[in-house]
């Protein structure tokens, strides 16, 4: 064995018992990303034997172990869902899959999982959070229709109570683009299986204006020490330009429309101030939709 594979052996095994579990374009890659850089906390893994045998296999956070139905949750077997000691100091390992606080029944399964379970969850604006799924999914192997064609078909409310059958993860990744941005919903649902206290939820701009407190807040929820040295900010893999046809003001009163009542829930649930999110502000009439619908159209180029 060479000295980078003796370097790599796993020490032991540590139970998952915390977990970033939303939302999805809220910074959760970089959260995670920072967090296992910090020495008391340990990586997950890929299941994958035969790999971890010859080379180990970083996770690239998202271990989808809650939101995986081919599970047999009458029975769930957890052995495949831990941390590896790779240094004797790790006493800490995390989960970090922001399905988890929108997929039917993932936080009850957590719930019996582990009770005590503490959890992580940053909310960005429902229309900007939408934008930014729409912008990844652009690039994929299956493109996402225009956004006006996308927020239309991608709105099936009753996906936050069951999956459809026969849908796989990455169909309802697709299918759940405008309702994950119901969060007021989805509390309503993690709340009832876990208390406010085990939670720790942060509003995506305030990590954008300081991400030092921001991570200073889930160390300290996660009961390690604050780092001495912050890591830096990785790159935004979401991408910045695109061609078709860009979202009008009349798409954005209509996502508005959707998301209002909803906001008055979530900011009652969750004690976040979300009055400077432009959906808020359209809401109220502080801000008109066609500024943030110029804002995403300057993300388009046109087709060559």
Known sequence: MSGEQERARELGRIPITASIVGVQKAATSTMHAMLVRHRLVAPTFQNDPARQERNWHFANKELHFFDDEERDWSAPDYSHYYGSRMQEQQTIAVDATPSYVMWPGALARMRAYNPDMLLVASFRDPIERAFSQWSMGRGQRNPYPEFRDAIEQFDDESMLDHVPPGAGRWSV???????????????????????????????????????????????????????????????????????????TADDIERLVARYADDLTLFEQLSGLDVSSWPTRRIATGSMPAEELADKFARRFVPSS
């Open 173 to 247: 990744h697709r299918r759940s683009m405008v309702i994950r941005g119901l969060y007021g919903a989805q509390l309503v649902r993690g709340l009832a299986q876990f208390p406010r206290e085990q939670w720790l939820m942060l509003n995506f701009s305030e990590w954008v204006r300081d991400y030092t407190a921001a991570l200073d807040a889930i160390t300290d929820h996660l009961g390690l020490h604050r780092f001495r040295r912050y890591p830096p900010l990785g790159h935004n893999p979401t991408p910045e330009e695109h061609t078709g046809v860009p979202p």
